[in-house]
């Protein structure tokens, strides 16, 4: 019999002891868990300042789940863009250009309504996941009642006590132990895929620079080289169309009278290839960095490009870039158009 009673004594002793370890344990995690719910904090305000910009909820659950610094570098993306554009909300385009999603990301429909600010709780390890089913409790029995008596049940009871006491805000000392022991972040959307991508977007700055560069090139392109050039393409203009001359082209000439075109518009003409060539290179540089993002949204600079290098190459450009359909895509349509019409 005294052994038994050493036996329950041991049981209880040991349970005590685990429970106090547990107690100073959370006392030891309490700095922890703070710092992870000031992060967290940090983070979950992120998620609602890249949704404010633009970006979707699924956007931003993505942005979180594809590693602990996603969100920061999501919406630091999202806010220098704004800021390029001069704008205080992005358009879809402008945040897909920033953020590459998955083809399929499902997610549990338990995290569908829950604000991004829990969510991110949950993925720094500062809160418990409440999608995760807690173990059914034990219903007391006729062997329970002995087990107690016994101090067989002692150690489960002190782990029941460590769950019900309320230590951390809401989260019970085996809550704040659980979650210091998990890791830092822990995804809730792990493997997804997620790619974001560095862009400039075309707002009042690179406009401004730009119009400025094409402006600069207009004043600035015809020097003298150029002016000899002009002056060539003027003399064999003239030699085309003059009788006598050796280079005379009575069919050109007949041609060049009807349209009314005189050396006066060929020397304008030379004049704005010579510009054309000298400002390719600038608009070519600048359709490239900011073609997909802003630039032919922009119809002063637009209307630049065009008055400078001619509206064929907008629309060229335009249809490299998928902003416009190509001539065949556009002849279907009108066809599929017609035929509709007919039709009715």
Not at 70 to 78: A, D, P, R, S
Not at 257 to 266: F, L, N, P, Q
Not at 276 to 305: C, K, W
């Amino acid at each position: 019999m005294d052994k038994q009673t050493e036996g329950i004594r041991k049981r209880r002793t040991d349970a005590e002891e685990y429970e106090e370890e547990q107690e100073e344990l959370a006392k030891a995690n309490r700095k922890a868990i703070a710092d992870r719910t000031l992060l967290a904090s940090e983070y979950g305000s992120m998620a609602e300042k890249a949704m404010a910009l633009g970006a979707t909820k699924e956007q931003v659950m993505a942005a979180m789940g594809s590693g602990a610094m996603g969100i920061k570098t999501f919406y630091e993306k999202l806010l220098a863009a704004a800021n390029q554009k001069g704008m205080q909300t992005l358009g879809a385009a402008d945040v897909e250009a920033i953020i590459e999603m998955p083809e399929v990301f499902e997610v549990n429909p338990a995290y569908v309504d829950m604000k991004v600010g829990e969510m991110a709780k949950i993925m720094y390890g500062a809160k418990t996941d409440p999608t995760l089913a807690p173990e059914a409790e034990s219903v007391q029995t006729s062997d329970s009642i002995l087990a107690s008596m016994f101090g067989v049940d002692a150690m489960s009871k002190a782990k029941q006590r460590l769950g019900d006491t309320t230590f951390m805000g809401n989260m019970s000392i085996e809550d704040v132990n659980e979650l210091a022991a998990q890791s830092e972040y822990n995804s809730l959307f792990p493997n997804l895929g997620v790619n974001f991508f560095d862009r400039q977007f075309y707002g009042p700055e690179a406009a401004g620079e730009f119009v400025k560069d094409l402006t600069n090139i207009e004043v600035d392109a015809i020097d003298s080289k150029a002016q000899e050039r002009i002056n060539k393409v003027v003399a064999v203009f003239n030699a085309r169309i003059t009788k006598g001359s050796p280079s005379y082209d009575e069919e050109f000439a007949e041609r060049m009278k009807a349209e009314g075109y005189t050396s006066v518009d060929a020397a304008e003409d030379a004049k704005e290839d010579e510009i054309g060539n000298a400002a390719r290179a600038v608009i070519d540089t600048t359709v490239g960095l900011y073609g997909q993002t802003g630039l032919f949204d922009h119809e002063p600079s637009v209307n630049l490009m065009k008055r400078l290098m001619g509206e064929e190459y907008v629309v060229n450009q335009m249809r490299e870039l998928g902003l416009m359909p190509d001539e065949d895509e556009e002849e279907d349509n009108t066809t599929a158009i017609s035929n509709a019409e007919a039709d009715a």
